[in-house]
C-alpha cells in the first residue's frame, strides 16, 4: 500500500510527513491492532481514513473499525477522496483543530 498509494494520500502526505503539520509526527498506513490506518499521529492518537467509494458500500464496517480503535485510544477522523483533492487547506485545518483539541 506504500509503493502505490491512493491520489488522495499522495496529495495529503506532503503536508503530514516531517513533522510539517504544526510538529506533529505522522506515520503512513501505519498498524493499529489489526489494522491498517491511513495516517496515524501517535500523540496523541489520531487516525486518519481516506475513504473511497467502496466505504460507501459497508458503512458498518468503518463503524466497526472506529470502535476498534477507539478501544485502542484512538480518534479516527475520515475524509473522502474529493474533500482532500479538493479542499486540502479545509482538511488539513480539520485535522490540526482535532490534534489540538486531543492534547
Partial sequence: MRRNPTEAERVLWPYLRNRRLNGYRFRRQHTVGQYIVDFAC?????AIE???SQHLEHPQRD?????????????????TNHEVLSDTQTVLEVILRELEALR
Fill in 42 to 46: 501517535l500523540d496523541p492518537k489520531l
Fill in 50 to 52: 481516506l475513504d473511497g
Fill in 63 to 79: 463503524h466497526r473499525r472506529d470502535a476498534d480503535l477507539a478501544a485502542s485510544g484512538f480518534k479516527t477522523l475520515h475524509f
